[in-house]
């Protein structure tokens, strides 16, 4: 339900989606909700939106307005089912359904951006972008929920942008180069986040909620890139027209639009190639030691 890059919504379904297929079954990709064009919920259905926050202040499809659209997409196929011809999903179908939620990186950058990179400014709105991640999770489980799927937030400090964008002297970062606000921010979240889980495992005790440790899925990548085949951790292949590009570490992001910026020559051996290598080599053993399952 959250983007941190404009294809992060595709990088997590296709996480998703690859684990799956790794088990033995067979899905098709998700089709969004706002999707006019044939729409297939069979397999489910994508609510997630670009650059979407846990609160409403400066986006239109903040987490509550997803939450309010798949009570909509319910109640609308439970009608469906009961009056037309149709594979559409019932009662039991969404009882049964795996509820994934991925959000707040938005929320925590914008707020960093506001602070001027300041940790305590930041760490003191982290309750009220937790605050609706939980009402979500008790109003979906109000609806019929009961299996959910959450991540939490990855180093953002680690991320290319965020170090070509923002001036830092060594003592900004940590010991791999990743800015040391960004992660103890995440980090900060995540305990939070953490917390909320298992919350709700004995408050919702016929739910199964699976906390999923995004930040040490790619802190590994990053902190044992060559041990992935990477070459630079910190080097990205990015952007478009007028969009900002990043060619390394050292070099600040360059427009697309100056003759001078041209994309990466082996996309291969910068992090922008995640997404692909994660159906390869590294992706099982690293994604199976970051689930934390509890099963009620």
Known sequence: MDTGWISKNLKLILWIWVFLVLIGEHLSYLSPYLDSLAPNFTSGVNFAVTGAMTLPQFVPFALDVQVRQFVRFK???????????????????????????????NDLLMALYASNLTYEPVAKQIPSFLAEIKLAIQNIYSYGGRKFWIHNIGPLGCAPKELAL????????????????????AKAFNRGLSDICKEMRTVLKDATIVYVDVYSIKYKLFSKFKKYGFEDPFMACCGYRGLRIITTKK??????????????????????????KLQTEWFRPLFYQAIILHHK
């Open 75 to 105: 109640n609308r196929s439970l009608e469906l089912q009961a009056t037309c011809s149709g594979s559409y999903m019932d009662e039991k179908g969404f009882r049964s359904a795996l509820y994934m939620i991925d959000i707040g990186q």
């Open 166 to 185: 923002h001036p830092h002297t060594k003592a900004d970062l940590d010991r791999i180069g990743c800015f040391r606000v960004h992660n103890d921010l």
């Open 251 to 276: 070099e600040r992001a360059a427009s697309l639009v100056q003759p001078s910026a041209t994309m990466c020559r082996d996309r291969s051996s910068g992090t922008e190639f995640i997404s692909v």
